[in-house]
T-cell receptor, first 112, second 117 residues
Framework: QKEVEQNSGPLSVPEGAIASLNCTYS??????FFWYRQYSGKSPELIMS????GDKEDGRFTAQLNKASQYVSLLIRDSQPSDSATYLC????????????FGPGTSLSVIP | EAGVAQSPRYKIIEKRQSVAFWCNPI?????LYWYQQILGQGPKLLIQ????????DSQLPKDRFSAERLKGVDSTLKIQPAKLEDSAVYLC???????????????FGPGTRLTVL
């Protein structure tokens, strides 16, 4: 059973701080990794996708991937109250026959 | 560009009744997904279509759930008969994903919140 786990929340950070969200996955052959943000009562929306080891930056967001450790993280710099949401990690396996697996999500609260 | 459309937005039924959800993906998107999201959990993939063919339905409870995507455009998901544990938000998503590898961005619809009493 392929699994995706995320750090348990809720995670609270003060405004302006760095929020660190972590995700581990069990399928060593996984190739595609995504971070989605989901506001309460809303649908998930894609923040970042990452496919290669290393860092990928987009504005205040940085995704980090380490396939050897089967670990992907999302850093949010200069956290804003509007970043308060649940962050979902999603992983796709090696082939087109591997389904998308979402983690349970980590709830982030940015305190003004 | 119009987003993914879903209807209805809310549905309340009693157990053992049947219900159907409709999804219209973004125009031109080859891949369509149905997810079940139970409160406090991440979305669980129920079925994935590539055009009008099924790519993955391994987590679809086929004794009660069915889905189709005629003509490779819009799709319906049906539950018959519904159980209490089916109470969840049913999300439809689509992606351009012409190769069927699931690597393109998925765009989600607003979801249908189902309550089974």
């Amino acid at each position: 059973q392929k699994e995706v786990e995320q750090n348990s929340g809720p995670l609270s950070v003060p405004e302006g701080a760095i929020a660190s969200l972590n995700c581990t996955y069990s399928d060593r052959g996984s190739q595609s990794f995504f971070w989605y943000r989901q506001y309460s009562g809303k649908s998930p929306e894609l923040i970042m996708s990452i496919y290669s080891n290393g860092d990928k930056e987009d504005g205040r967001f940085t995704a980090q991937l380490n396939k050897a450790s089967q670990y992907v993280s999302l850093l949010i710099r200069d956290s804003q109250p509007s970043d308060s949401a649940t962050y979902l990690c999603a992983v796709i396996g090696e082939t087109s026959y591997d389904k998308v697996i979402f983690g349970p999500g980590t709830s982030l609260s940015v305190i003004p | 560009e119009a987003g993914v459309a879903q209807s209805p937005r809310y549905k309340i039924i009693e157990k053992r009744q049947s219900v159907a959800f409709w999804c219209n993906p973004i125009s031109g998107h080859a891949t369509l997904y149905w997810y079940q999201q139970i409160l406090g959990q991440g979305p669980k993939l129920l079925i994935q279509f590539q055009n009008n063919g099924v790519v993955d339905d391994s987590q679809l409870p086929k004794d009660r759930f069915s889905a189709e995507r005629l003509k490779g455009v819009d799709s319906t998901l049906k539950i018959q008969p519904a159980k209490l544990e089916d109470s969840a938000v049913y999300l439809c998503a689509s992606s351009l994903d012409l190769a069927g590898e699931g690597t393109d961005t998925q765009y989600f619809g607003p979801g249908t919140r189902l309550t089974v009493l």
